[in-house]
């Protein structure tokens, strides 16, 4: 074999080698931890080694990759806590299961069907180019019902829209919705966008509010689910220096900002390195700001767990300002999404219900906006699907989510 034959062999094996790296989730394991293993699994996935997937129940099911199996199996073995392993290659695992995936990825994603896009899907989730078709169709189609806005950039360069319902009646009241901060919590815009659309055809529902909804604060992160990991769940920030990327967009507002928070960028919950360094939590913010005296109600829409979660966040000691008002309108909501579809969601403080986490959007609206009513929803479900939650739920999802914000915007204006 001449020199240059051997050079371009193993030319051809470093490409392969390099194309069989990239595949997310390779050789990443999934573990279910015992039931004492909470704190444990906190310290693990503040210090990037895990990342948790699974956290109902007491139990909880996290990813581990590859570089982190040994350290986190000492950390578990010296603590004394069972851990049980239900995956041994993610990217396998997902492959397998994955049947829509290849065609998900060579999709014509940048064009709706006459028969898909002028509605949100019912049964299928957008892309971000739909949901962008979607967003313009309605702006031209119902002019005096709602104006779309791009309130600024994302790290790639993605608009970030705000759709503005507008009310019937002059208002001086106004309800913030935001979702899809999380990438891989798709039910989330998939309910907004829904959301948007009753909001449209049913005026008498908001009359006399002005409703903001951002239904894809993180496009980034959401297309590369799509395309590449669809467990994705921080913004596509480069992190300088680091061999990991992206930054936790709920971890990156300034209220209390670093606690219960990673300053590790291999964390699937770091912060980033300042208070608002991401462009997409910056133009939220800013956005917000504008609207801060009228502001009667944030809602920040996350999955999963069916949980209305109230400040504060970043502590447990704590209690948020009308404390028992939160929990009563919570009950409202809860009453009313029951009402619609039987599904059960609690209210919950998120701190104590869920865990410790500081840099949120509700903690901010609280502190810094003075907001009254303040909740993170966790949507549909309960932990079967998780975030791999099964298109044929976002009718319903919808549905009960439009009865129950209904319900407590005609409650909190009575
Ligand atoms: C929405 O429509 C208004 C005019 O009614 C226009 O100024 C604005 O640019 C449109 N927004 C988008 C995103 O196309
Ligand atoms: C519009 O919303 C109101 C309040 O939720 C509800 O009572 C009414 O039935 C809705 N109308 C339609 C046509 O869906
Ligand atoms: C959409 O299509 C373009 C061109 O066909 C491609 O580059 C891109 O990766 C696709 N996926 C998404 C989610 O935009
Ligand atoms: C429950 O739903 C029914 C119709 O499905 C409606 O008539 C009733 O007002 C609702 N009750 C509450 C408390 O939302
Ligand atoms: C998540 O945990 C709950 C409670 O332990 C369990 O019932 C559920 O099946 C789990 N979901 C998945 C996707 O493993
Ligand atoms: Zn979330």
């Not at 002019?143 to 600024?152: H, L, N």
């Amino acid at each position: 074999m001449s020199v240059w034959r051997v050079l371009r062999w193993l030319m051809v094996m470093i490409v392969m080698s390099d194309a069989i790296m990239c595949l997310p989730n390779t050789r990443h394991q999934v573990w279910r931890v015992g039931s004492r293993g909470s704190n444990v699994v906190q310290q693990l996935l503040v210090a990037g080694m895990l990342d948790v997937l699974n956290h109902s129940g007491s139990s909880r099911t996290v990813r581990v990759p590859p570089e982190s199996l040994t350290e986190v199996k000492d950390a578990l073995q010296d603590a004394g806590i069972p851990y049980q392993v239900l995956i041994h290659d993610l990217a396998a695992h997902l492959q397998a299961a994955d049947e829509e995936g290849r065609e998900r990825r060579s999709a014509d994603n940048s064009s709706c069907t006459v028969s898909s896009c002028p509605a949100p899907l019912n049964t299928h989730y957008m892309t971000f180019s739909q949901m962008e078709w979607y967003l313009r169709d309605v702006n031209t189609s119902s002019p005096t019902r709602i104006t779309v806005s791009s309130i600024g950039k994302s790290v790639e360069g993605r608009n970030i829209w705000l759709a503005h319902i507008l009310p019937s009646q002059p208002s001086d009241k106004a309800v913030w919705l935001e979702a899809g901060l999380h990438a891989r919590e798709w039910i989330s815009p998939a309910v907004a966008l829904h959301l948007i659309h009753h909001m449209i055809t049913n005026t008498s529902a908001t009359s006399s509010v002005d409703v903001f909804i951002v239904p894809m604060a993180n496009p980034d992160g959401y297309v590369y689910t799509w395309i590449t990991d669809r467990l994705w769940r921080k913004n596509r920030r480069v992190n300088g220096g680091a061999r990991c990327d992206g930054v936790d967009l709920n971890r990156n507002w300034d209220s209390h900002f670093g606690v219960g928070a990673s300053n590790n960028p291999c964390s699937e919950v770091y912060q980033g390195p300042s208070a608002f360094s991401e462009p997409e939590t910056k133009a939220l913010r800013d956005a917000m700001l504008k609207l801060k005296d009228n502001l009667e109600l944030v809602l920040a829409l996350h999955s999963y767990g069916q949980d209305l979660l109230y400040p504060w966040g970043w502590s447990t000691g704590e209690e948020a300002p009308g404390k028992h008002d939160l929990i009563a309108i919570g009950q409202v909501f809860t009453q009313a999404v029951k009402n619609a579809t039987g599904t059960e969601y609690a209210v919950k403080n998120a701190a104590e219900g869920y865990y410790v986490a500081s840099g949120a959007t509700d903690d901010w609206a609280m502190e810094a906006l003075h907001t009254k009513y303040v909740y993170t929803l966790e949507l549909r479900d309960q932990g079967r699907q998780g975030f791999l939650l099964e298109p044929a739920n976002i009718l319903a999802c919808s549905e009960e989510i439009w009865q129950g914000i209904t319900q407590v915007i005609k409650k909190i204006n009575a």
